[in-house]
């Protein structure tokens, strides 16, 4: 029991930190409010949400997951944290009315058994996780690629100096009540059921006892009340700003993109985010919910590859601005509602780092506390793209051509059907059988490029043998708008989307089965936002329950199998059995890369990536991956190896990598499933495979008149712009097609890819010249007569000479 003027004092420091702290908190909820109101319900199944986040937070499943070691030390800290709530309000009660707290019951025992427990373990957690971070040479947190854009807080040791901070508090906090239980203790004998607390007693003198007691008091409830005026800035925070952000957690997968009200009608039209305030309010939320585990940007393929994107960066630098914005006593005037003074793309991330992400959704999965970082940079690319006519030069191809030809490769829409010629069945469309049990969706991958055409055939095939009903749309399809929406050209997604949305509305299909995940995603989740609701499955899927009825009878072969799960198929819709299970039959030797599943590594094209070159990094994504693939097939016998996949932009992304091209005399066969399964079909059969001969489409350019969706007329193709301008009519296009494995040289020397470079957006604080500076343009190197040709383009029709195209540079930003 405290003396009198122990008591008043306590309970006035109490009101005035109490007060403090709660001003804070308010001041951090409105700047959460400054968000715009998010599309996606947030509380709807609140009983659902609540028990979500009780359950998820108090198991620490999340936190557990990839780092287990990590997250025991971390568990230490947090159940340490949820007892001391209780801890803290029976000292204060102790401290004013003497309570008998001796081990004369079980619930006495049970306290006193667990308070000492977790005093203890709070600070073995607390030194374990310091050691880590601050001596031990392999942590990997907060050490970003030298590209990557921090904000000046984070440059100047913020984050060194919070974790300092708050670590220091804790054993402080937790420390001061060990040594007070210590001296209660030593004056009143020891506890068997307090063993650390009796360890401490014999240290310390009786005669000093009492006073170490009333330390101890002040020590533990006092430190707590005063770090509540700081709590609301630190990166503790976490512990209410997590279980808040699996309250309100997304419904949807992270393979859909939440919508946005396009209006053109608007004077100043919007669309996507330039300032904190335009990212939906729990977007905000995740920067305090961030534990900065880095987590993200370990398995982030950019970063992994070496280039400037870092996910954890980003959360980081939004908390590091918005904590900025709050300096002052008094409420500031963002949090009042004055706009921020800063874009994001000069503190969160660079313009580079925007378009260097592959949406594999990565980082969404692995984070403990369910933040959207990749939502995040969707939106900014949605700004960039239809209000600023800011993105990479290349993209402009691929936005031409869905623009005008209902495909990314801008090849004549009448020839969507030229993959089965040749093919000894009958392919029908829905003209010809208005009522299939199947409508295949072929994608426009499939419809024209050569390597994913292989696909196609082989499943049509399969569907004949296991004698289906199917059907194909022919000329009816159009690119389902996946590359559009992730590369944030929301609007033309749209129009794509509501053509397919119609024809399939009017045909009612019983099943669509896709073989391509992109498709699979727009068709089966996304396009319910714009009332399409269909039954999708991928064409894995499908085969294997034509397999599992005996409709597909297979002999195994002798090549060894490892299988590449694609983002768009495994992360973001789960389907990680089917493409095994069919492989299993069709292989007696398959095995598993390291990363896998929902581990699985980025093959690099996802996020509109395949039709734009790849940002300034160590190496190049696909490498990456091949290189992991032919590592796990390295210790395999001869006759051969397969490198298994589901998707035809993972195939083309891993059999054209230069890293294949310049791989040993044992080369690695990159096909499809589909492509396995007949071969199995046919060996049990008897019957050989016939070689497959497809001439690709020439690459036909439309009309050049036409112009490009976009909001409020904001993207034009003056001179000088960083937009393509049209080609005149007599210049062929670059032909977009990629080398597949199955055409490539390997002895050709890969010619390494031209790389856009951006215009350094002013960071904050940079001095006037640097901001008004123009960014230097990087000379080519000249040629020499040894330099290796390029290969030739995949097309019928062989290009003309082409001048070399002006790599992208955003505008430099005129806020400051």
């Known amino acids: 029991m405290l003396p009198l003027s122990s008591k008043i004092a306590f309970v006035l420091f109490a009101l005035v930190t109490v007060a403090w702290g709660a001003w804070g908190f308010y001041r951090l909820y409105r700047r959460i409010r400054r968000g715009r109101p998010d599309p996606e319900p947030r509380f709807d199944r609140l009983p659902e949400r609540l028990g979500y986040a009780l359950l998820t937070t108090l198991t620490q499943s999340r936190t557990f997951r990839k780092r287990p070691t990590i997250g025991l030390f971390h568990s230490f800290i947090f159940y340490g944290f949820v007892f001391y709530g209780l801890v803290n309000l029976v000292d204060a009660i102790d401290g004013f009315y003497p309570l008998d707290l001796h081990p004369t019951n079980p619930s006495t025992v049970a306290y006193l058994l667990l308070a000492d427990a977790f005093s203890f373990l709070v600070l073995v957690g607390v030194l374990a996780l310091v050691i880590r971070r601050f001596f031990l040479p392999s942590r990997r947190d907060f050490r970003f690629n030298p590209r990557t854009l921090l904000h000046p807080s984070v440059q100047s040791h913020r984050i060194s100096r919070d974790s300092l901070i708050v670590s220091a508090f804790i054993l402080f906090h937790v420390g001061s009540r060990a040594i007070g239980a210590a001296a209660n203790l030593t004056l009143d004998g020891p506890d068997p059921y307090q063993p650390f607390a009796t360890l401490l007693s014999h240290l310390i003198p009786f ?113 590091m601005e918005l904590n900025q914005l709050a300096s002052g006593p008094g409420l500031s005037p963002f949090e009042t509602g004055s706009a921020s003074p800063h874009p994001l793309l000069q503190f969160a991330l660079s313009p580079e780092a925007a378009w260097a992400c592959t949406t594999c959704g990565a ?328 070689p497959v001969s497809i001439v690709p489409n020439p690459v036909v350019l439309p009309d050049q008149s036409a112009s490009l969706p976009v909001l409020g007329g904001q993207l034009q193709f003056p001179t000088g712009s960083s937009a393509e301008p049209p080609l005149p009519p007599s210049t062929p296009r670059e032909s977009p097609f990629r080398e597949s494995q199955e055409v490539r040289d390997p002895a050709a020397t890969p010619v390494a890819r031209k790389k856009w470079t951006a215009k350094a957006v002013p960071p904050i604080g940079a001095p006037p010249e640097t901001q008004l500076a123009p960014a230097a343009a990087p000379s080519e190197p000249a040629k020499t007569p040894s330099d290796p040709a390029p290969p030739e383009p995949m097309s019928a029709v062989e290009a003309a000479p082409e001048a070399p195209r002006k790599k992208w540079t955003p505008k430099k930003s005129t806020e400051t």
């Open 207 to 319: 005669a000093q006892a009492y006073d170490l007691r009333i330390l101890g008091y002040w020590g533990a409830l006092g430190s707590v009340l005063a770090f509540l005026a700081y709590f609301p800035y630190t990166k503790h925070i976490h512990i209410f700003m997590a279980p808040a952000k699996y309250a309100v957690s997304r419904r949807p997968s992270s393979g859909v993109i939440p919508p946005i009200d396009l209006n053109l009608e608007a004077e100043a039209p919007s669309a996507g985010a330039k300032h904190l305030e335009d990212l939906a309010w729990p977007r905000l939320l995740d920067a305090y919910a961030c534990i900065q585990c880095n987590r993200c940007q370990d398995v982030c393929p950019a970063s992994a590859t070496g280039k400037s994107l870092s996910p954890a960066a980003l959360e980081i630098n939004k908390r």
């Open 363 to 690: 980082c969404m999965e692995v984070c403990p506390v369910q933040d959207e970082q990749m939502l995040d940079i969707l939106d900014i690319r949605r700004h960039q793209v239809m209000i600023e006519g800011e993105f990479p030069t290349q993209l402009q191809t691929a936005f031409r051509g869905m623009e005008r030809a209902q495909n990314p490769w801008g090849i004549n829409r009448a020839k969507r059907l030229d993959w089965a010629e040749g093919l000894d069945i009958a392919i029908k469309t829905t003209d010809e059988n208005p009522s299939p049990d199947v409508l295949y969706w072929v994608g426009c991958a499939a419809s024209y490029d050569p390597s994913a055409q292989k696909t196609a055939r082989a499943f049509v095939q399969l569907l004949d043998h296991a004698k289906v009903n199917f059907a194909v749309l022919g000329k009816k399809e159009c690119c389902t708008g996946d590359s559009a929406r992730r590369a944030g050209n929301e609007l033309l997604y749209r129009q794509l989307a509501d053509e397919n949305i119609s024809t399939l509305n009017t045909l009612k299909p019983k099943l669509i089965v896709a073989s391509c995940p992109h498709c699979l995603n727009s068709i089966g989740k996304e396009y319910a936002q714009l009332g399409g609701d269909y039954k999708v499955v991928h064409h894995t899927e499908y085969l294997e329950t034509l397999v599992a009825a005996n409709k597909l009878p297979s002999t195994p072969s002798a090549a060894t199998v490892t299988y590449h799960d694609p983002c768009y198929l495994g992360r973001h819709n789960g389907v990680y059995d089917a493409p095994r299970n069919l492989l299993n039959i069709l292989s007696n030797d398959v095995v598993e890369m390291p990363r896998s599943r929902e581990d699985s590594f980025c093959c690099g094209a996802g996020g509109a990536q395949f039709w734009k070159e790849e940002e300034e990094g160590d190496e190049r994504i696909s490498d990456n991956r091949f290189r992991e693939a032919a590592q796990t097939l390295h210790a395999s016998a001869p006759p051969e190896k397969v490198l298994a996949v589901g998707c035809p932009f993972c195939k083309s992304m891993l059999g054209s990598t230069p890293l294949k091209g310049n791989e040993a005399s044992e080369p690695i066969v990159i096909k499809d499933v589909a492509e396995l399964l007949l071969e199995g079909v046919l060996r049990s059969k008897g019957i050989a495979p016939k």
